[in-house]
């Protein structure tokens, strides 16, 4: 049978892939399906490589449990998406809480992003180095980042992923932003002012936490995706998962084997649309459930590994 990774590599895509995370490795038929590389060509770390992760006190790295991921999508022969340097939340407390000024903020930030691309260098396809800086209107996020350093943190932190990995795909990240609209216009400013202070960015990534029944139409994200490819930047579906009220039912599936399929169908017609990946593969081990009360059955696989209306959903679109 062809798998996802297979299909979408023989539209042209770079791959398709799924987030993963390290509790749920040592569960041998999830980490057989993950392994699948006619599934999965890629994978991205859920957890392992954020900051209160990698850099848990300052200037003290810590790798070994994105070395884990790294070290698996390097034995399987799939592609790494690395995830991510520069975020408001899963911030150690010494960066949250910190004492800062706008030096010593844009110091540790700097000596932060240089340790951890420089550790992973040649082993990413892509780092998300600056995610979820808007807010639903636009506007920047107040993070300690933006409160600190001002607009100029975002610039400054993709000049300082390019100089240490000049090789890796440099992306911005966010959700709601798969639609035209006030944050993906946002998005678009974030890009425009990268370009602008003279760094490299590369690529958009559309994270794509999405609702049965309420995903946005093929159409509005065709258009979407045609806004940001004029900026010169590729695009990838970065966090895909469409989650519904529970209990499932029948109606529910079928919605949500065709909002995949409409997304999916999206990200297929445009040629800057390098690839897309789910938000882990399956109900197991999804982070919906704990993160939207009542909500849940987000991913194309259920909780006992078997494939959802939504696999053949998404196989019809590649
Ligand atoms: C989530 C992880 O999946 C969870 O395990 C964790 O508890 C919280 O973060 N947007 C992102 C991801 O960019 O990093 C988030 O991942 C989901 C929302």
């Not at 038929?29 to 957890?47: E, H, R, V």
């Amino acid at each position: 049978a062809t798998g996802l990774n297979t299909a979408a590599v023989a539209k042209g895509k770079l791959y398709f892939g799924s987030a993963t995370d390290n509790p749920e490795l040592t569960d041998a038929p999830y980490l057989a399906q993950l392994s699948n590389t006619d599934d999965f060509g890629q994978i991205t770390p859920g957890n392992a490589q954020k900051w209160d992760s990698t850099e848990p006190s300052q200037n003290t790295f810590s790798y070994t449990k994105g070395d884990v991921v790294a070290n698996l999508a390097a034995a399987n022969g799939q592609k790494l998406r690395c995830h991510t340097l520069v975020w408001h939340s899963q911030l150690p407390n010494w960066v949250s809480s910190g004492t800062w000024t706008n030096e010593t903020l844009i110091a540790a930030m700097k000596n932060h992003i240089t340790n951890v691309v420089t550790h992973y260098k040649g082993k990413c396809y892509a780092w998300d180095v600056a995610n979820e800086a808007l807010n639903e209107d636009g506007t920047y996020r107040n993070s300690i980042f933006y409160q600190t350093i001002g607009e100029a943190y975002l610039p400054i932190a993709f000049a300082a992923a390019a100089a240490a990995d000049p090789d890796v795909k440099l992306y911005y990240n966010d959700y709601n932003i798969e639609s035209a609209g006030s944050k993906a216009t946002g998005a678009q400013r974030i890009i425009k002012l990268v370009q602008q202070y003279g760094a490299k960015i590369d690529g958009v990534g559309l994270q794509a936490h999405f609702i049965v029944g309420s995903t946005p139409s093929q159409s509005a994200q065709t258009s979407n995706l045609a806004a940001f490819a004029a900026l010169g930047v590729e695009i990838a579906y970065t966090e895909l998962d469409i989650r519904m009220t529970l209990p499932s039912t029948d109606a529910l599936l079928a919605k949500q084997s065709s909002d995949y399929q409409n997304t999916v169908a999206a990200c297929m017609a445009n040629t800057k649309c390098v690839g897309i990946t789910i938000w882990d593969y399956t109900d197991k081990y999804s982070w919906v459930p704990s993160t939207f009360s009542g909500q849940g059955a987000a991913l194309p696989w259920d909780a006992n590994l078997a494939k959802k209306p939504a696999y053949a959903g998404i196989l019809t679109a590649l």
